[in-house]
């Protein structure tokens, strides 16, 4: 037996080399990644301004969806022309690009509206002014204003119908076919989910 054979006894484990590290190693990384972070940042605050400035859209559907429930019931039907008025009233404006009116609250202020341009000498802010404008359009107006407004063409008379809704007897609206109120359902929840607002 030859004596200078290694016993295991005399094995040593080795030694591993330092961990590599994940940090960048030269300064041009750094403002890469600095300038990811702030990308990422802009186009989070850019949703999250989107997201508020639609909230108003997101009521209006839900409204929506509950008067849809009940296209039976004569009072939902009535709702509609209501239901897409304050939406249009809701609409931001370039001054209120941060802080749409809520859809609960358009009616209400449209009477402030009204009463704090009587109240003041001062010109109406662009606001007020909208809301007017809006509060104010009649059937040809108020067809062209949700016209102009809409991404597809609207029924002609889509105005007219909505008129019919809220002005005619019961009697009128429990003749309308079922097709003709899911058709006027369907227009009125496309306009509120596609509808642009000018910036």
Known sequence: MNPNIPSIDQLKELSLPAPVSYAPQTWGWWVLLAMLLLAALLI???RYGQWRRDAYRREGLARLAQLRERSDDLNALRELPNLLKRVALSMPTQSLRWNPIPVEVSLLAIASSH??????DRAPSRAGSLLHEVSALGRDDWQAFLQRHSTKPLPADFSSQLAQLAYAPDEALRALPAPQRQALFDTCQYWVEHHHVAA
């Open 44 to 46: 989070g605050l850019r």
């Open 115 to 120: 009463s704090t341009s009587m109240s003041t």
